[in-house]
């Protein structure tokens, strides 16, 4: 079965620093989504995104996250400076037909910043 | 809050048991869907119950759902030591384009 895949599975940054997650969605799937976990607490949203642009975005998602789809296979968030409170998992999705379709999770990229 | 609210919060049953988890919201939804995570890891999904339907089933899980109280149920039957997990219900709400995930019910199944 076809499944999302993300890169890496951990990564540890320093504060300030910027780091890029990387995500393979599923190749006929055409909306993808960045959401985020901080240990122990709910699954939050950060961002979908459709044909090539952002469909909508949390508060959370401010001016030091940007998505993008560099090709046809990848796509990425991209924290610009970390602060301690961005360590979480960070989970890549993708659906088929968007809204009314499930969404397919890869296993996460955990990310510790110190 | 447009989440849901998983009640309860932690379960703990022995194998073979039925587990039912619940999960309330506030809004108009588009639909409901449960997920499950095993060790913070990924999420998989396991029903999506659309506004107009009531229940649905999907081997040994059964989902409803009462628009009317604004609620839904998720019941595992014959549970085993692998459906040891977090379940997440997370509602498509009618006014919304992303799918918005409550706090989780943590499901212990001792063998």
């Known amino acids: 079965e076809p499944e999302v895949t993300q890169t890496p599975s951990h990564q540890v940054t320093q504060m300030g620093q910027e780091v890029i997650l990387r995500c393979v969605p599923i190749?006929?799937?055409?909306?993808f989504y960045w959401y985020r976990q901080i240990l122990g607490q709910k699954v939050e949203f950060l961002v979908s995104?459709?044909?090539?642009?952002?469909?909508?975005k949390s508060e959370i998602f401010d001016d030091q996250f940007s998505v993008e789809r560099p090709d046809g296979s990848n796509f990425t968030l991209k924290i610009r400076s970390t602060k301690l409170e961005d360590s979480a998992m960070y989970f890549c999705?993708?659906?088929?037909?968007?809204?009314?379709?499930?969404?397919?999770f890869g296993n996460g990229t955990r990310l510790t910043v110190t | 809050s447009q989440q849901g609210e998983e009640d309860p919060q932690a379960l703990s049953i022995q194998e073979g048991e039925n587990a039912t988890m619940n999960c309330s919201y506030k809004t108009s939804i588009n639909n409901l869907q449960w997920y499950r995570q095993n060790s913070g890891i990924c999420l998989v999904h396991l029903i999506l119950?659309?506004?107009?339907?009531r229940e649905k089933h999907s081997g040994r899980l059964r989902v409803t759902l009462d628009t009317s109280k604004k609620s839904s149920s998720l019941l595992i039957t014959a549970s085993r030591a692998a459906d040891t997990a977090s379940y997440f219900c997370?509602?498509?709400?009618?006014?919304?384009?992303?799918?918005?995930f409550g706090a989780g019910t943590t499901v212990t199944v001792r063998a």
């Open positions: 995104f459709y044909n090539n642009e952002i469909s909508e």
């Open positions: 999705a993708s659906s088929d037909r968007g809204l009314g379709s499930p969404l397919h």
């Open positions: 997370a509602l498509e709400l009618s006014n919304d384009y992303k799918l918005s």
């Open positions: 190749s006929n799937h055409l909306y």
């Open positions: 119950i659309r506004s107009n339907e």
